[in-house]
Each structure stands twice: as C-alpha cells, then as structure tokens.
C-alpha cells in the first residue's frame, strides 16, 4: 500500500542526534575525565550490537485508504486493516570501530516488518462479480547504511547514546489479493537516527534501550505478479512513505 | 583482537544475514491453484426469487472449509464462509434490490468457491432476469354490446421482459390466453370470447386485471356486454363438408343429413349415436319417409338411391334421366322429384319398386321444394325465389303425380307444415290451413289462413312445430347482427312468442385466429316429444369457409 510522506522535519532529527550529546566534537575534554570509571569505553575498539522491538509507521493511510476503498472494501475492513498494518516489528544489528573513545563509525542494519490481513469484498473488473476472500500484505523493510555512534557516559555502567546513519531502505511487499500474488520492490536512500541508554551488565556486554527514527520516501517500485514484472514511479500521494518510529532494546558487545 | 572476538563478531553477522534473508523469497509467486470440478447441480433462479436456498454437496470435500471466492455482484450470500460436514453443506442467495441489475434476460454467472483442499469449484448459476419493463394496453376499455368476441394487445415498452397473469376477470368472459411473457418492444395479442350461457337478459359490466412485473404492476381492461336472451346449452357435433340438405323423422327421431366435398351422408339418432357413409356421388337433397324405414337420396349424375336406414347401405339406385332439385318420398311405394331450374321442367314420379319413372306434363320449372303433406296423399312445393313463389299442390292418391297441379297464387318465402299437416307455415309468418287437392291448377287465391305469426326482429332460417308442446319454432337472425341468432317458441294457437333463446356462437380457429362466428340455422327439427331441438348450423370464416355443425339441446 502506498502511504502518504510524513511530515516528519529530517534537518530537526539530524540537529538532534547531532547535539543529543552535547556535541561530539566537544565534549573531548568531559569523556576524558570519566574514562577512568568508565573501562569499558575506554579499552574497546569494537562494538556490536543486535536488538529488537516494535515499529510505527508514520506515513499518512488516507490515500492507501481511499484506493483500498475504491476497490468496494467496506470502510470497516479497510480501518481494521491499517490499524494491523501501522504497528510492526523491527530487529536489527549494527558494528562499530570506536575511532575515538566516544565516537564511532561502522554500519548499521535493521529489519522492519509489518502484516495485515482482512477478509473483505472487492468489485471484480467485468463490472458483474464480487469477490471475497483475504486481503493481505507483509512488508519487509531492510535498512543498511554507514553509520556513526557517539556515547557519552553518565556514571560508571550507565551511558547514553547517539546514532546516526545514512544508507539504502530495500522495500519488499509481499501482496496476497484474494488469490493473486504480487510482489511489490524498490529501495531509496534513508537516514536513521536512534538516541538510547546502555547499560553495562557485564565486562563486554551492554543492555541497550532506544529509539529510533527512519526517514526515507520510495519513488520508484517494480511491481511483479509471477508473470510479468512492471516498473512504476510514484509520484505525489503515491509515494511509499517508509518512515517509521521505533522502540528497541538490544545487546551491544564490545571488544 | 583474539580469536574468541573474531569468532563472536562472525556469528553476530550471520545472525545479520539471516536477517537479510528471511524475507527473500518470491516462492509464494509461483503458487498454483487447484481447480476443482464443478458441482454437478445448476442453480436455476429468476428475480422473482428474492431468498433461495442452496444445498451445497461435494462429496469430495468431507468436512472441508469453503468460501465464496466470485459472485454476482448484486446478489449477496449468506453464509460467506463454512464448513462442510461429510460433504454437505448449503448456503442462501439473496437478491436485495434487483434494479442493480444492470442487464435482463438470461444471464450465466457461476458462482466461485475456494475449497481447502479441493481448490476452486464452479456452481453454475442461470438467473434470468425479467427487469423492469414498462407496459400498457391497446384500450382501456372493450364494449362488446351483443358481440362474442374481441381482442387487445398488451405491449411491452421495454426494460425488460413482460410477465402478465390474468388475476380476476368477469365469469362471462374467456380469454385466450390466461398468461404470458412479452419480449421487449412488442407486443401479444389476446381474444376475449364471451358466454352468455343462462346469463338473464340485461347489461353487464366488469373488468379484467392483469398482473405484471412491470412498473406499472396492475393492468385492467374494463369490459360490458348485453345478453338479450339466454342461450341454452347444447351438445355439439361438427359436420365436415358442406351441408346441402337435411331431414328428420319425427317417428324414429332420427336425422340425416347430407354433405359433399366430401360426398356423405350421416344420420344422427336422439341418442347422439352417428353413422357415416361415403358417398362416389354429389348429393343434392335427402328425406326420410313418415315411417323412417328409408332414406332416399338424389344425385347430380341423376341417380335417386334408397338407402337402409339402419346402416346407410345402398337398397335401390334408379336413374330419374334429370339433374334434380328436390326429392320427397310418398310413402306409398313412390318417391318424387323436383326438377333443377332452368335444366327441366317437369316433376318426375318415381315408382320404387319397379323404377318406373313418369314425367308429369305440368310445367313446373323453378321448382325447389317439395314436401310431403304428414297425414295426406299430398306434396306441397313452392318456387323459391320467384314471385309469387306459389303454393303448389300435388295429388299422389294414386301413386303418380296427377296430370293436374294446383297452384296457389301466394308468396311465400319458403314453408314448413304443422306436424299434422293441417297447416302451412310460411316465411312471409302467415298461417295458412292446408289446402285439400283441387284439381284447378292455377287458383288465384290463397289458402284460407290461419293467422300471423308475431313480428319477429329478424330474417327467418328454418322452422318445425311440434304437437306435443302445441308450439312452433323459428330459428331467425336478428336484424342487428350483433344480437345473433335465436330461437323463438311461438304458441301454435295464439301465435304469440312465449320466449326465446340465443344460439350459441361457433368458436373456431382459423389461421391461429380464434373467430367467434354468428350461425345460421338452416335446418331445425323439433322431436316427437318436444324434448329435443336439433338445429343444423352455419358459420361462415373467413374467405367465406363455411363451418358446418349440429347441436341437440334439450328442451325444459
């Protein structure tokens, strides 16, 4: 389904990442001081973390909406849908070198997915049928991009943190029409910022808990249906929006 | 780095990877879908059927789920989704609002199922549509007065397909058809008949409403009509061929009747039982004798046979040398015959048991009826057509015609005797007594009369009398031909009409086209009894066929 852009302002959630840590750049003499009750941050010089969580789309359904219900969905059935379509689950990984104590660059990945399903109607195109049957979608999105992590310590196994990456969204639709397949691909670049707190359980394993924010508008699809394949470009209202809000809590390692 | 962080950092990104590839597969493109047979049954339905309920069977299905996978579009079904149980299952059509339906007549959609583990499973459906036709009559309103039958068309503006369905109409009235279905921009015709069989005299109105699916709903045709006598009923027997001539023999009570094209002869006894003969010959007249111990015929190639009446088989054929008109028979051994006009003059007398034939030297050309006198040695005959017609008297007292024929300067437009041969009806309704044989010829005169019969409104066919009821019957056509034919029963001492009745119509179908027809009745015979009136009848169809029957109706 397409989804309408966010509103969502990216310059606002670049200044944030950016000065979420007082500046990264400046704070070099503060990380100094706490490197001596922080050995953790000071002796790594890897660090990789996984974790999971849930998602929220952030894209407006009115558009997605009204085309759902020009197919002769019931209005019932296409809110029922979106409201299972909206929230999804996100795992994701990422990997660091700490050229700095408190900064770091590496790559990050993350998956989101979401499903609905609903059994509806829909006017068949001889204008004379109906069919009924499931209506359901699965969307994978898979974020990878070079990213940058700063952290800041906050006492002696508590830390927060900063992430901020810029990559490639590979958007998967897996569409089920009553009982036509379609598959729907694309990607477009994205950025992805996430701000947390770590928390150090063990020598080299952290607890991480953030949230996170992906910006990225998919303008350009291929749409397959088993047979044929068809490039489609979405302009306006049509454009996928995949932004999306997420909460997450993970295990970061460090070496 | 060591090599235990090397070998975490590896399972950490295959841990990645399968991230990454969990969601690559495009398998569930390339899933076939079984295609089940169809279910065996058609679901036949119209838009009358506003709820059906279907029994869903497929064996093969056991206890299988099932859901409506394709539908039309404006009907809705309920349940959408179910399961079967030992492969039976059923399911309820519902058409809520056929005006969704955007086309009529025949429409083949099946409906689609998904069935686990069978895949999809046609079930025919055949609905027909009748939409919303528009409709409307020729007229509003038929005024029949006294005649039998008219028609009018209900038309069918289109839309759809016109059903109509005669839902109350008046008793006296028939219609051809009691329903129907009407194509769109066309329109059927429908005859209306009317009985008035022991319907009282007097006028009568209703109307007829008809039932469609159309916008309109209701149709009704007003209808009136006028009864002026009551018919009698009748048992009717047709007659193929055209009737030429007919007799009745008050002692035996039988009737025979003579036809060609083809050429027979039939009798018809009061008991309804009839027999039939061939005939090689063209008959021309027929008679039987006083006693109904024989039949004598007389042909155009000049024969006069004698037939039995107990079979119709041929006693006697004697060539009489001329082209007859008339035959009558004596009852004294001597049959008689009346010459064709203009083709000989002179009445024959025909001796039956040794075939002698004498001329009689009286010029009797026109001659065209000859009767015999009940109770006397006397023919009566009369010119028809000329004027005066002459009511001419022969003398058989001694077998042979006498050489001297009395003719009564009168006209009489036809005539028919009293059954006791004391008087003469004629058609002109004057009531003459008998005349005796005078032995004049030509008499200047008329015979004493007897009386007038009372104005009838209408042109006599045929009359008979009967002693026992001490009436006369005449059958007549009114002079306004919508009234049709009756039957007068005129008190035989007074003169006077005590009532009447209406003859039914003749109702035939010619072309596909039902024609209700006005009949003559050129022959009717009274039996001895008065119980039973035979009346011969006419109906001439169109191009002037003519339809011949007789009906007996029992008299009260």
């Keep these: ?255 | 780095m060591s090599n235990n962080k090397i070998f975490l950092s590896v399972k950490l990104l295959a841990v990645i990877i399968v991230f990454a590839l969990v969601s690559c597969s495009n398998d569930f493109l390339h899933v076939e879908q079984k295609i089940g047979s169809p279910v065996k049954d058609t679901i036949y339905m119209t838009d009358f059927d506003s709820q059906f309920d279907v029994s869903f069977n497929l064996a093969k299905a056991g206890n299988a789920h099932w859901r409506v996978l394709q539908y039309p579009a404006w009907m809705t079904i309920s349940p959408m989704e179910d399961n079967f149980m030992e492969g039976k299952s059923s399911f309820q059509i519902v058409v809520p609002d056929k005006t969704f339906i955007s086309t009529y007549g025949a429409i083949n959609l099946p409906l689609v199922f998904d069935v686990d583990g069978v895949g999809l499973v046609q079930y025919p459906l055949v609905f027909f549509n009748f939409g919303n036709p528009g409709s409307y009559l020729s007229t509003n309103e038929l005024m029949f007065d006294y005649r039998s039958a008219a028609s009018f068309s209900i038309y069918n503006s289109g839309g759809g397909f016109l059903k109509w369905e005669v839902k109350d109409k008046p008793a006296w009235i028939s219609l051809s058809s009691q329903n129907g279905l009407v194509t769109p921009n066309s329109n059927e015709q429908i005859n209306l008949s009317v009985s008035r069989l022991n319907m009282q005299k007097g006028s009568y109105s209703g109307e007829i409403t008809l039932s469609t699916n159309s916008i309109s709903k209701i149709l009704k045709l007003k209808v009136s009509m006028k009864v002026t006598d009551p018919s009698l009923p009748g048992t009717i027997g047709n007659i193929e061929g055209e009737v030429v001539d007919a007799d009745f023999c008050k002692a035996t009570g039988l009737m025979v009747i003579a036809a060609r094209n083809p050429n027979r002869l039939y009798t018809v006894k009061s008991d309804q039982s009839v027999k039939t003969i061939d005939l090689d010959k063209i008959p021309i007249s027929v008679t039987i004798s006083e006693s109904g111990d024989v039949i004598a015929g007389i042909f155009t190639n000049t024969d006069l046979s004698l037939f039995s009446t107990e079979n119709l088989s041929i006693l006697k054929t004697i060539k009489t040398g001329i082209i007859p008109s008339e035959v009558a028979l004596g009852g004294n051994g001597w049959a008689y015959v009346s010459p064709k006009q203009y083709d000989s003059n002179y009445v024959l007398s025909i001796n039956l048991n040794t075939g002698e034939v004498i001329k009689n030297k009286e010029y009797m050309n026109g001659l065209t009826l000859l009767k015999k006198v009940p109770g006397k040695n006397l023919l009566y005959g009369s010119k028809i057509g000329w004027s005066p017609d002459f009511l001419v008297v022969f003398d058989i007292s001694k077998g042979a015609v006498n050489e001297v024929v009395d003719q009564w300067w009168i006209t009489l437009q036809k005539f028919w005797m009293s059954e006791d041969g004391l008087r003469v009806f004629s058609g002109m309704r004057k009531i003459y007594r008998s005349p005796e044989y005078q032995g004049k010829g030509s008499i200047n005169d008329a015979p004493v009369l007897d009386g007038e019969i009372e104005q009838l409104p209408g042109s006599i066919f045929s009359m008979d009398h009967s002693s026992a009821l001490k009436e006369l019957f005449i059958a007549y056509t009114g002079y306004n031909s919508e009234v049709g034919c009756k039957v007068s029963r005129i008190d035989d001492a007074g003169y006077f009409i005590k009532k009447s009745f209406a003859v039914n119509n003749i109702t035939i179908e010619e072309n596909n086209t039902l024609l209700t027809l006005i009949p003559e009745v050129p022959y009717m015979f009274i039996d001895k009894l008065g119980k039973e009136l035979t009346l011969v009848e006419r109906g001439s169809g169109n191009n002037g066929k003519a339809y011949w029957r007789y009906e007996k109706i029992k008299l009260n």
């Design chain 1, 1 to 255: 389904m397409r989804r309408k852009e966010s509103s969502f302002s990216l310059p606002l959630l670049v200044l944030i990442l950016l000065f979420s840590n007082h500046s990264v750049f400046a704070q070099q003499e503060i990380l100094s001081n706490r490197q001596q009750f922080s050995p953790a941050i000071t002796s790594s010089k890897f660090q990789v973390s996984v974790d999971g969580g849930l998602g929220y789309l952030l894209g407006s359904t009115k558009a997605a909406k009204k085309q759902m219900q020009s197919y002769g969905v019931s209005n019932q059935d296409v809110d029922s849908y979106y409201r299972q379509f909206k929230f999804g689950e996100q795992a994701g990984a990422s990997a660091y070198y700490m050229i700095k104590p408190f900064l770091g660059i590496g790559l990050d990945y993350s998956l989101f997915t979401t499903k609905a399903c609903v059994n509806s109607f829909i006017d068949a195109p001889d204008g004379w049928s109906k069919y009924y049957g499931p209506y359901r979608e699965k969307i994978y999105t898979n974020f990878l991009g070079i990213s940058c992590l700063s952290k800041q310590p906050i006492n002696e196994r508590l830390s927060y943190y900063g992430k901020l990456s810029a990559g490639l969204v590979f958007y998967r639709d897996e569409v089920f029409l009553i009982v036509s397949p379609a598959l729907v691909t694309g990607n477009a670049s994205a950025i992805r910022g996430e701000l947390g707190f770590s928390y150090s359980i063990a020598k080299h394993v952290s607890l991480n808990v953030g949230i996170s924010y992906l910006f990225s508008s998919l303008t350009k699809v291929t749409m397959n249906n088993g047979i044929a394949t068809q490039d489609v470009t979405l302009e306006g209202d049509s454009k996928e929006n995949l932004s999306r809000l997420a909460i997450s809590t993970g295990l970061q390692f460090n070496f």
